[in-house]
């Protein structure tokens, strides 16, 4: 089992951190002396985000030195190269990428005192804007850690707000589009109400999180945690209702790899990181098919007995064969495709029976998480792209066979599509040809143009409006934009400036789950 402190306990419990020699103390003292007031005495994070090996997962090495010498732009990291010398910033560049000594805690109290209502929020009980509140999209832009509220139909930018550090997945709307909940990678949770164009409160529901699931009743907030190994839930007011510690059936901790609703099944589901289980979590008594499914999957010998386990909460395991790190679903939420950690195969998880059905050839790491379905002449096809393989695998959902492997000029991270749209757009985010998205025919399933609005640079991630009539598309870089085609022509009509776009989310493609968009 692995070590676990209270979070009171951490600050001394951290002078265990096992040194790498003369150099990383250096850094420890460097650390204390001009990081910990705005970072945190325990590196969890303060006014600055915590830096800890987790948080700091995509800033490494010679990057992480570049920004304690020179700062963050639009941020208060400061620069200093004038008051240390490049030894001592590697010291303390190498301190804040070693693992915490114990995993802190973080509890319903610490969530609690964390809460931080917006004290000048004045709830509207319509917008206060004429656009209309379906077509509103917001554009999460990390460059300088914003989003800005755009009007789907004039592009005009309603608001821009101040998020916490780092998002990071897709915001969650409430089932009516009133209220956005949007989480960083810090474990800050934020609600917005895009009504009243004013943030209604945050609240820090864990020390690093992956991702966020409202129900949909839009009454509970599941966040995914790496640190602690939990899974917090919050009420709609950002409250801790339940902090569910991970553990698997062999009683190991796990990590969350991500949780997503099942509107169908009205749970939660959830893969754990570190070890092969499913779970999925009720939302309300446990009754009709999900009952069929719980008491099918129940085993015996497990801690909890079922009587304890059938009330709202109630954890359904589903044992597969490996961990599971990134998934999609069917639009039924019947079935789950989970990608394998050797990252060369799909599996199929039917939620009903809880058991692996099929096992699909996905070489080169699906990125599964980003996958979208759609109609492809008559059948129900699904596609994903692959994070180190310049191609996209087109699967039908019925037999689970792969229909077609289309080579694209590198590897991809997003996908989308919509209804009213004959076209699915892929990015090639990594490589020479970063700078290029794809534009497929839905029924070909061929590549019929490729766009290069941006030589050199990054273009990733798109959404479209909710009539499906413009495509936005991302210029990935710090001083980027939103790039708006006419989705049937594929000709730019705008190009709004934004800072580092990552990703876009319209309120009616994501409350309809619109056919093309991720979950
Ligand atoms: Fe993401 C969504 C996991 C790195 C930008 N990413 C998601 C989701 C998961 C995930 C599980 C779905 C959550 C949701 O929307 O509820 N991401 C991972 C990783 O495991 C990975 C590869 C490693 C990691 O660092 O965690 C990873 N992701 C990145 C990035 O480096 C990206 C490109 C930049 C960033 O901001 O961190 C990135 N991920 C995104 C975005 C989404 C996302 C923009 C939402 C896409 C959407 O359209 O819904």
Request: net charge negative.
């Amino acid at each position: 089992m692995t070590p676990r402190t209270s979070f009171s306990n951490l600050v001394s419990a951290l002078s265990l951190v096992v040194a790498t020699g003369a150099q990383a103390q250096d850094g420890g003292a460097i650390y204390a002396d001009l990081c910990a007031s705005c970072h945190g005495e325990a590196r969890l994070g303060a006014i600055g985000p915590a830096l800890i090996p987790e948080a700091l997962a995509r800033l490494r090495g010679a990057s992480l030195e570049q920004v304690i010498a020179h700062g963050r732009a639009a941020t208060q990291m400061p620069a200093f190269a004038g008051t240390l010398g490049p030894t001592e910033i590697a010291a303390v560049a190498e301190y804040v990428s070693q693992p915490l000594a114990e995993i802190p805690d973080w509890t319903a109290e610490d969530i609690a005192e964390s809460y931080t209502p917006n004290p000048d929020y004045r709830p509207s009980d319509k917008p206060v804007f004429d656009a209309d509140p379906m077509n509103i999209t917001l554009v999460v832009e990390t460059g300088d850690h914003h989003v800005s509220v755009l009007d789907g139909d004039t592009f005009e930018v309603l608001d821009r707000f101040p998020t916490p550090f780092a998002v990071h997945g897709g915001p969650k709307f409430s089932p009516d589009g009133h209220f956005v909940t949007i989480m960083s990678r810090d474990g800050w949770v934020q609600k917005y109400d895009i009504w009243s164009l004013q943030e209604v409160a945050r609240t820090r529901a864990a020390i690093n999180a992956r991702n966020i699931a409202l129900s949909p009743d839009g009454q509970w907030v599941a966040v995914a945690n790496y640190l602690p190994h939990t899974l917090t839930i919050l009420d709609a007011d950002l409250r801790p209702v339940q902090v569910r510690r991970i553990v698997a059936a062999d009683g190991s901790e796990s990590r969350v790899s991500a949780v997503y609703q099942a509107p169908q099944r009205n749970s939660f589901i959830l893969a754990l990181k570190d070890a092969p289980e499913i779970w999925e979590i009720a939302l309300s008594e446990v009754a009709g098919p999900f009952h069929d499914s719980f008491v099918h999957s129940y085993e015996k010998g497990m801690e909890e007995s079922l009587a304890a386990e059938k009330g709202l909460f109630a954890r359904r395991r589903i044992k597969v064969e490996e961990p599971l790190d990134d998934f999609f679903f069917d639009p039924g939420y019947r079935n789950l495709v989970g990608a394998s950690r050797d990252g060369e195969r799909g599996v199929v998880v039917n939620l009903e029976v809880g058991r692996q059905i099929a096992e699909l050839p996905l070489p080169g790491m699906p990125h599964l998480g980003s996958g979208i379905s759609w109609i492809s002449e008559g059948r129900r096809v699904m596609a994903t792209p692959h994070l180190k393989e310049g191609r996209l695998t087109v699967i039908d959902t019925d037999d689970w066979s792969v229909v077609k492997t289309v080579d694209t000029l590198g590897p991809g991270f997003f996908l989308r599509s919509h209804e009213n749209s004959p076209y699915v757009w892929a990015d090639v985010f990594f490589g020479p040809n970063k700078d290029k998205m794809h534009i497929l025919d839905k029924d070909r399933l061929e590549i019929v143009k490729t766009l290069d609005p941006a030589p050199g640079k990054t273009v990733a991630h798109i959404e479209f409006t909710k009539d499906g009539s413009h495509a936005l598309v991302s210029l990935w870089e710090d001083d980027g934009a939103v790039i708006v085609y006419d989705a049937m022509t594929l000709k730019e009509v705008r190009r709004l400036p934004m800072r580092k776009p990552s990703g876009k989310y319209n309120v009616w493609n994501k409350i309809t789950f619109s056919d093309g968009t991720s979950h």
